[in-house]
């Protein structure tokens, strides 16, 4: 577990309404995801022309998440792949630990979702019996608009009617969630895992208020 800002972290927490959720990576497991992806992205004739393997491609969307770009799309458009593998949410799952995080968490506060997803993001949550502690659910593809943009954090505090000062995002990139989120004066918590867990502060103005490794750890915090 990593410290940072401790002179400031969460002291009025107590004062804490509403936690904002990433999806991916965050609540989500997408390790199968994105395995399976790269291996048919590999399959394709256009990478067996071009000699590449599901590890290279892997290690193309490593590089990509470092440099606060888009992570498959940057591949694709990169190598000029007109086949894309499709992203297959069938084979998502969830963390261990994260019904009962959430559980916990629903007891002191209200919980809300600001994630990049593809369509059926609230029927996905039904199937992983998560849907009824969510109050607040804002999806890209249903407000279309994409994190790092600040309209959707806007857009979701305005649908919470909450001042960002009393709101948390918790999500596991710097770029995406702790950025944006940061810029309107909401707290944040990056969690380290998937892709942007290579991901390190470029500046201030990225870094979390408070870093932890398993989503578990979030139940020290609040």
């Known amino acids: 577990m990593e410290w940072l800002l401790t002179d400031t972290v969460f002291s009025e927490k107590n004062k804490m309404k509403i936690l904002f959720f990433d999806v991916g990576y965050t609540l989500v497991n997408e ?3 994105w395995k399976k992806r790269c291996q048919m992205q590999a399959e394709t004739v256009e990478a067996k022309n071009l000699g590449l393997t599901a590890e290279d491609i892997y ?5 990509a998440s470092i440099l606060r770009k888009p ?9 000029n792949f007109k086949e894309v593998a499709p992203y297959q949410t069938e084979l998502e799952k969830l963390y261990e630990e994260t019904p009962e995080v959430i559980k916990t968490l629903i ?14 993001l609230k029927e996905r949550l039904d199937e992983f019996g998560l ?13 279309q608009v ?12 305005n649908l919470a009617k909450c001042n960002p000062h009393d709101t ?12 944006p989120a940061k810029s309107l004066g909401m707290k944040t918590v990056w969690i380290k895992q998937g892709f942007g867990a290579l991901q390190q502060p470029l500046s201030k103005s990225e870094e979390p208020d408070y870093t932890i ?10």
């Open 131 to 143: 849907i009824k502690y969510f109050e607040y659910i804002i999806s890209s593809w249903d407000v």
């Open 146 to 157: 994409m994190k790092p943009d600040i309209k959707i954090f806007e857009y979701a505090l």
């Open 107 to 120: 007891q002191k506060y209200k919980l809300g979702i600001i994630a990049n997803q593809l369509d059926g």
């Open 31 to 33: 390790d199968d995801v």
């Open 59 to 63: 290690h193309e969307i490593e590089i």
């Open 71 to 79: 992570q498959f799309r940057t591949v694709i458009n990169k190598y």
């Open 168 to 179: 948390c995002m918790i999500g596991d990139r710097l770029d995406n969630d702790v950025l």
């Open 213 to 222: 490794n398993k989503l578990s750890e979030l139940l020290k915090i609040f």
